[in-house]
């Protein structure tokens, strides 16, 4: 028997079970839908209930496809092993799967390595059944692994070509962390603030005795709940009436008329309304309390809080790491990215922050394309907002390695890349009168005319602190930042059109892409001041201009370092928005060090000052001088989130399906980091230790893929490392030393300085 395990995922866009396989001893070690954690799911009243084919009155998962696709992980203990074939068994009845009968479909033993992306090529799915499948694969050798355990999928009540399959919300149920008494007012600390419900149970001596509730998410210095927090920041107050003895009390929120406007994401009804919120009070309750008599039911997509790690020799970057990872969790209560609680409402660039860091903290990937294809229908005002969707797309494609959605969506993508704007100088505008009703159509916005905004806010207003969050950027009939992301939206679009059969197309954008990059070189290169101007009608340069052309490859080698010596020159001078492209510029320049000054900052442009503010999820502003009206739950703030796993720790696909990906870490002056990074084939697990004489990396690579270290040269006088104790021989490229590929397995790597 072979020594490879198996970890089964089933996705139906990405439904999938986890199982894992070994040839002595089988044993389930959890399910997975939608790259979440089960396949069988059912809430009922308002609970989820797993493992279950009974039939309930809540929500459960339901597949839609009339051809999903299957997955699963190979868990491995050999070094290089991979999957050489596989053979899939769907059948209608445990007892034939039993007997290795698959009346559905038995793919026989099939030739190939792919693992995540099986397409179901069975005997019609029939409406409302359920179904039950195994598989078993064979390694590098030709040894067969022997057959995993079985797993559950359940088809909906209609099926069609294509559509992504989601998680029903999720309720936790939590307990206080502290009660204290301060006066006649009880106060309660639930550690976090989250989205979610509240649940009393109070014992009253007379019937009708008032208590009065408050929620909040601030508290003054003295403990007691802020009342007026200003902005968005919430508050809430309730009267609740009690029935003499001890009853449970739920209490109902009063919908919000902003974010529950014909624009805001609803929740839905076998939820309810939620608050966001961390602190309760009551007023006028005489009898103690105690812990399990208050409970905060939190609500979210279902989220692996164990999925993801990451920790260091940097206490002010473990808490941030800890603040943006929390901050995901907090804010899919919606189901579907949303900007925070005060409008409720999808965006794209929320939505690209939102996704990326999805995928550093958890195996999950549905509710990313879910929101993703939500927006492509449903676009809103601004320029680069637009043309984020391509963004997503490709990041879907990158990180899951499924084209499904790239091709039932791309024409629409095709229309979010805004060629009618172009012009014969290879740049877009919006100035120059070419919007038309036509080409609101298909990029399926409602107004009249889209517009630029760089940055959020792009101008002073609400109270707020100086100009507006866009370093001063000059707005031209051709403006850069547009622009940086048109190239960008076209560079993607090459390698989503070519994956999907489009060649004609990919060559197309391709030409595109070139002309606009040679645009970026000719017209708006400041040869002087030696920094990318914000438009062809102005001479003022600015971060965003700058950081963005880095962030998306417009800036050539021989460019590199005088547009790093500005953007370093600029400091924060962006939003937390901003912030994503400018910690990607500053990592793909190599500044490891002036990335982890800005993650570990502890000015008031900080991510630190969030938590210093009291804030436990990420806001909408880096603080409320800045932008008097934001929220405490924006998890466009949570950049660290995906920059730490990304950039710092370096760990990213280099294939689609991370078949093949890179660590390139670029810790700076941490004397060490540990972390684990979730992925569509399995954990990849990263620990860098450095000291005056040696570097030292732990490596474990998953099954089925392979993986590439890079790290600078500087790092010794010359090219030395080591793998697993043995001379290796390294290539040298744009100044790292870069490993041979490496397979399945657990690695040690020293570079001797």
Known sequence: ?????????????????????????????????DHLHHSDFQVVNGYPVIGSDEEGDGQRVEMANKKPVLGWELVNTVRGAYQSAYRILVSSSADSLAKEVGDVWDSGMVASDESTNV????????????????VMIWDEKGEASGW????????????TDYQTTFYPLQKTDEAPVRISKAGNIIRVDFGKAAFGQLRLTLNSPTKMEAVTVRLGEAVHPDGSINRKPGGTIRYAEYQLSLNKGIYTYQLQF????????????????????????????????????ENTDVVRSSVHYPFDDFASYFESSDSVLNA????????????????????????????????????????GVDKEYSMARRSHEYLLHRATWPTEWILQSVLMAYNDYLYTGDTRSVSCYYEDLKAKLLLPLRDANGLISTKTGKQTKALM???????????????????????????????????TTYNAVVNAFHYKALKDMVVLATAIGRTEDAALFAEKAAETYKAFQSLLWDKRKKVFRDGI???????????????????????EDAVMAFIRSRGMACSVYGSQFLMDAIYAAGDADYGLSLLTSQSDRSWYNMIRAGSTITMEAWDNKYKPNQDWNHVWGAVPANVIPRKLMGVEPLEPGWKT?????????????????????????????????????????????????????????????????????????????????????????????
């Open 254 to 289: 009063r919908p919000d008329r902003r974010n529950t406007g014909p624009q805001a994401v609803k929740m839905p009804e076998y939820i309810g309304e939620v608050l966001p919120f961390r602190y309760v009070e009551l007023e006028g309750y005489t009898n103690e309390l």
């Open 1 to 33: 028997m072979s020594t490879l395990h198996l970890k089964i995922l089933f996705f139906c866009p990405l439904l999938n079970a986890v199982l894992f396989l070994n040839a002595q001893q089988l044993q389930v070690s959890g399910l997975m839908v």
């Open 441 to 475: 159509k298909t990029i399926h916005y409602q107004g009249d005319s889209i517009r630029d905004i760089v940055d959020w806010p792009h101008t002073g207003g609400f109270g707020m602190v100086g100009n507006g969050e866009t370093d001063g950027f000059v707005f």
């Open 119 to 134: 397409l179901y090529a069975g005997k019609p799915l029939v409406p409302n059944t359920g179904y039950i499948w195994k």
């Open 148 to 159: 995993s355990p079985v797993s559950r999928f359940r088809t909906a009540a209609e099926l």
């Open 661 to 753: 990906f890179r660590v390139r870490p670029q810790i700076g002056s941490l004397e060490w980091a540990n972390s684990k990074v979730p992925t569509i084939k399995g954990d990849v697990t990263v620990s860098c230790k450095q000291d005056p004489s040696t570097y030292v990396m732990q490596l474990v690579v998953p099954g089925n893929t392979s993986g590439t270290v890079e790290l600078p040269v500087e790092l010794t006088g010359h090219p030395n490392m080591r793998i697993n104790g043995d001379p290796i021989k390294v290539n040298i490229k744009d100044g790292r030393m870069v490993s041979p590929p490496l397979g399945a397995g657990n690695y040690e790597i020293i570079v001797s300085r």
């Open 537 to 559: 009608d102005t001479d003022h340069a600015s971060l965003h201009t700058n950081m963005m052309a880095l962030a998306f490859g417009l800036v050539a080698p021989k460019q």
């Open 320 to 359: 941030v790491w800890e603040l943006c990872k929390y901050s995901v969790k907090a804010t899919t209560f919606a189901g579907i990215y949303v900007d925070g609680d005060r409008e409720r409402i999808p965006y794209e660039a929320d939505a690209y922050i939102n996704q990326l860091c999805h995928y």
